[in-house]
């Protein structure tokens, strides 16, 4: 008797799996489709670039208040600004016409834009010192962070509801 190289035993087994997995696939209707999209929620990034700022001067006022320091406050709104303002310059540049013509233009789009968000988040770092003689360092950090993080809200906050949750019951 001859044996079947091992090889070969590792071949089948892989074929009767991938075939396994292709009966498991079907491909969605048309109407599957479209109730899946309207089911995943729609985010807008100017609601969340407003949410930022939102926060961003909510929290600055309340720590130069309770802190008594106007520099604090100060300081944690110009380092929401590096965020928000970098992220709005690059939503609106992906969002214009030329970005969407197609998909080589999209990805160079995506790429240079990018650059230029991060250019510019840098930059106003850098003149952080020159534009704020009372610079609190802590407290530029801590608005950047906090501003930044406000994106895990924009994904909470755009759950769609479950057919539980909307239908309540008075």
Avoid: H
């Avoid at 380092?79 to 013509?101: D, H, I, N, Y």
């Avoid at 988040?121 to 850098?126: C, D």
Wanted: hydrophobic residues 55%; without cysteine; proline residues 5%.
């Amino acid at each position: 008797m001859t044996q079947a190289p091992l090889d070969s035993k590792k071949l089948s087994t892989t074929d009767a799996e991938d075939a396994s997995r292709e009966e498991e696939f079907q491909p969605w209707s048309a109407e599957q489709a479209q109730a899946w999209r309207q089911s995943q929620p729609v985010f807008s990034v100017w609601r969340v670039l407003a949410a930022q700022m939102l926060v961003a001067v909510l929290l600055a006022g309340v720590f130069a208040v309770w802190l008594k320091s106007r520099a604090v406050g100060l300081s944690w709104m110009y380092g929401a600004l590096t965020v928000v303002l970098p992220a709005a310059l690059f939503a609106r540049g992906l969002t214009s016409r030329a970005a969407s013509l197609n998909a080589m233009t999209a990805a160079m789009s995506f790429a240079v834009w990018q650059g230029v968000k991060w250019v510019l988040a840098v930059l106003l770092l850098v003149l952080a010192p020159r534009v704020l003689p009372e610079l609190s360092w802590p407290a530029l950090l801590a608005g950047l962070i906090v501003t930044m993080k406000v994106y895990w809200l924009a994904l909470i906050w755009g759950k769609p509801k479950s057919a539980s949750q909307s239908k309540t019951a008075l």
